[in-house]
């Protein structure tokens, strides 16, 4: 088409554009983000860690908490982001995933010495960090390109990371067959490799935001659906079929296929954009754009623009302790200290420890769950399959449906927060009352709960806090995940369930030897434990309630408007730009 118009050169110049474009860096994202959740697959390669190692409960669940702590301790990430372009903290992510899992493999494949605990848990926490630095120049630098639609933006690329256990599982049953450990191996250089393949491509861009960009934001949703449906098929037919290696290849294969479709909506944005071009060259009417900007739209009279500045000078020259106490309006950019220290950060923090602990318990451990309720293997192997599709549905629904509050009912986002946690709490009491075939209700919901908590949270500190520090707010938001992790996986659940399975073993008359696996079996086993995060799900819905109170009327504003100019705005800036 674009050769036809001009020839071999116009179409090296239109594929530079689609290269250099904000779009192909859009796709990239989606590339990385697609495989770089190997954190939401512990409950796969735990059993061969707890079975080849010969650990505990209790130290399985800490070897988790450090997973969980390295892919949420993200502040260092951040500030790196704040100063260096984006390809610096992914190559940084590409290589700690590398050596990280490496390290791992080799460990449980007996090809090094058996580590100590503390090697094992500083091995798994280099590797899940490397996710901080992979989300942080990911998903912050496209919230920067694409402001006006950051909800549906943001649930879109956790989609992907939801999705990316199930599409990392298939590349391996396609590469490796069915040997556990392998995967691990597979965690390690996949993500990596291709982290450094679309380094160049990962950038910021200052430009103009064309009007139709939520448009095709909703052919990418829509394309992701159409992928995670199939992943969803491909997935129980391999629970209903023995597939041979070819079969595992063939959906491999169409899988990429899906997971590169979204390059054609790429190209035929690319080409529209191209088109406007050549319109404004041959002396068309140019476009009223939309400036991407995070500054306010100028003064049009000047005597107020010289009172801003003198205001924002007086600001300034205010001491940074004294500044901390005294932040902006909600929705202006905050500095780090101003945000960490202000209420609302902290209400969102408590409420984000309370909910997210009880859903990571369940995300880390539903293997264990499974067998001790007595589940089939098969059908836990499933269970942490389908969660991935769930987590990713609960990350792009909630992309909708929480814009959609916002912009058009102007309900204030949080209140997703708290519906999210009302909702896990059906699925830890389904576990907890240990229902007839209530895992497989409880994953679904526990998954949708959890995947539609992080989208929401990001949204809900950009808006809030603002985006000039965004990258490193956005990693403390994050902190409170590792610290409910700990609290309920490790010191409730992991607890509780190494002390029913002592107390099995001593009715049998039997005693644990040093260095063997300990199991329980039974309803017991969690019974005590989800009632308790249950407990606290339903207290971090009521926290949550405060913050809906606190940024109701900030909700009920315009909070977009500064990502826009006004169309007399923008026609005044494009007369100037062509000399009128």
Known sequence: MVASAGGGLNLMAFSLQVLNGRWFMAFSSFLIMSVSGA??????????????????????????????????????????????????????????????????????????????????????????????????????TCVKNFPGVRGVVLGILTGYLGLSAAIITQFYYAFYGNDTKSLILL??????????????VIRNHKGL???????????????????????????????????????????????ILLIILPLAAVIMEEYRIWKIKQEQINGGDPPKPLKI???????????????????????????????IFSPPNRGEDYTILQAIFSIDMLVLFLATVCGIGGNLTVVNNLSQIGISLGYPSHSILTFVSLMAIWIYLGKVVQGVVSEFLVTKLKLPRPLMITAIYLLSSVGHLLIAFNAPNGLYAASIIVGFCFGA???????????????????TLYNIGTMASPLG????????????????????????GLKRKPGEELNCNGGECYKLAFFIITAVAMFGALVSVILVLRTRSFYRSDIYRKFREEDRAAETQMAVANGD
């Open 453 to 471: 908590n992080w989208p929401i949270l990001s949204s809900i500190v950009s808006e809030l806090f603002g985006l000039k520090h965004f990258s």
């Open 187 to 200: 965690m390690a250089w996949l993500p990596s490799a291709t982290a450094f393949v679309f380094l160049p």
């Open 39 to 140: 954190s939401y697959m512990f409950s796969l390669y735990s059993r061969e860690i707890k079975s080849v190692l010969g650990y505990d409960q209790s130290t399985l669940n800490f070897l988790s908490f450090f997973k969980d702590l390295g892919s949420n301790i993200g502040i260092l990430s951040g500030l790196i982001n704040e100063i260096t372009p984006p390809w610096v903290i992914l190559a940084i992510g590409g290589v700690l995933n590398f050596f990280g899992y490496l390290m791992i493999w080799l460990a449980v494949t007996r090809k090094i010495a058996k580590p100590q605990v503390w090697n094992m848990c500083l091995y798994i926490f280099i590797g899940a960090n490397s996710h901080c630095s992979t989300n942080t120049g990911v998903v912050v």
């Open 293 to 323: 900007t995070t500054e306010k739209p100028k003064e049009e009279n000047f005597t107020a623009h010289v009172a801003q500045a003198e205001k924002k000078k007086s600001h300034e020259q205010v001491s940074c302790c004294r500044s």
């Open 485 to 508: 992790s700990y609290l309920l996986s490790v010191r409730v659940a992991g607890h509780l369930y190494d002390k029913e399975g002592m107390k099995q073993m001593a009715a049998l």
């Open 209 to 255: 935001q064309q009007p139709n960009d939520s448009k095709v934001f909703y052919k990418f949703l829509y394309m992701t659906l159409v992928l995670a449906g199939f992943l969803m098929i491909v997935i129980i037919l391999q629970k209903c079929f023995r597939f041979t290696q070819s079969e595992y290849y063939v959906s491999a294969t169409l899988m």
